[in-house]
């Protein structure tokens, strides 16, 4: 029988602890954040890495907008990784190989690495990967899976990583951080990030080269955001992508980032009860995954307002989970 995996990201937390925030439980309590998410029936605590994030933790994204990275060097997240697993939670740690955010509009260079060739830029990539998990394995951490690269349908660090213009050389990034940690940590299972599960001709591109130029990976992840893509959740729709997705790359698929707009209790309920319904759905896996992307938080405490975390402010830089992630423990 097949293990579920609930999970969150909280890449944030550490961050809103330090700035004053607390969270109370169902009952109304204060309780510590892995607490209260545990009492939902969180198992697992998803985790990223930045290169050389800027002091202060936030990112000048556009002129206009800044967004809050939370405490995402290796020292701090080594920090939350163990008060993850003292709570017997399981870990997975992502690896953006820039010094903020990588999604599919945003895969920079971290500023230190620019000038490198592309072999250097491998070696940058390994090297920064294995000193990370070394230091996790010198204090007794060991993640159950790492991610390497973020939302990767694009490529990374562009433009010597860019899937367009340099798409053999983008596999060979990918398997120095994939073979990084299999030196460091060898049960652990790589992951490869993508966008818009949906899409599958956005995904399928990235997959055909990956794969065709003999990328090394464990595990396929993918984004589920109804409200970014404008559609309406659709369980049976992303039960069938998936197992098109295992079917014919022959791995296992998990949802690594799923959110719903925080004020839309039934509507967020709907779209996490859907990812966890079609990866019950998913027939031949070890674990079946579903994680909520930065639950912990709620737009009005955020420099950029970012509508899709799953809690509200109840009080003076006090938060509650909303209704999203009682989904995982299947009640209504």
Aim: aromatic share 10%.
């Amino acid at each position: 029988m097949s293990t579920m995996i609930y999970g969150i990201d909280l890449g944030w937390a550490s961050q809103l602890e330090t700035m004053g925030y607390r969270w109370l439980n169902d009952a109304g309590e204060e309780t510590d954040i892995l607490t209260a998410s545990k009492e939902l029936g969180v198992n697992a605590v998803r985790l990223r890495i930045f290169v050389n994030p800027p002091e202060g933790a936030f990112w000048q994204k556009t002129e206009e907008e800044i967004c809050m990275l939370g405490f995402c060097d290796a020292i701090n997240v080594l920090k939350m990784s163990e008060r993850v697993k003292e709570q017997g939670m399981k870990l997975m740690v992502g690896f953006h190989y820039s010094n903020h955010f990588a999604d599919p509009e945003h895969q920079d260079i971290p500023r230190e690495w620019k000038n490198d060739t592309d072999i250097q830029l491998e070696k940058r990539v390994a090297g920064h990967t294995r000193e990370v998990l070394e230091l996790f394995a010198q204090q007794g951490v060991s993640p159950d899976w790492v991610q390497v690269g973020n939302e990767v349908n694009n490529g990374i660090m562009w433009p010597r990583g860019s899937l367009k213009d340099a798409p053999e050389q983008l596999v060979r990034f990918l398997n120095a951080g994939y073979d990084a940690v299999k030196e460091v940590f060898p049960q652990c299972q790589v992951i490869t990030h993508l966008a818009e599960v949906l899409n599958t001709e956005l995904c399928g591109r990235f997959l055909d080269n990956f794969f065709g130029n003999s990328g090394r990976t464990d595990i396929l992840g993918f984004s589920y955001y109804p409200y970014w893509q404008q559609f309406e959740s659709d369980k049976d729709m992303l039960s069938k992508k998936l197992k098109e997705y295992s079917g014919k790359y022959q791995k296992p698929v998990m949802i690594v980032e799923v959110g719903g707009l925080e004020h839309d209790d039934e509507g967020s309920y709907k779209i996490v009860s859907d990812c966890v319904g079609a990866m019950m759905e998913q027939e031949g896996q070890e674990e079946r995954g579903v994680f909520y992307w930065e639950p912990e938080a709620a737009s009005v405490i955020l420099p950029d307002k970012y509508p899709l975390g799953a809690a509200k402010l109840v009080g003076e830089k006090t938060l509650k989970y909303n209704k999203a992630l009682l989904a995982y423990k299947g009640c209504p």
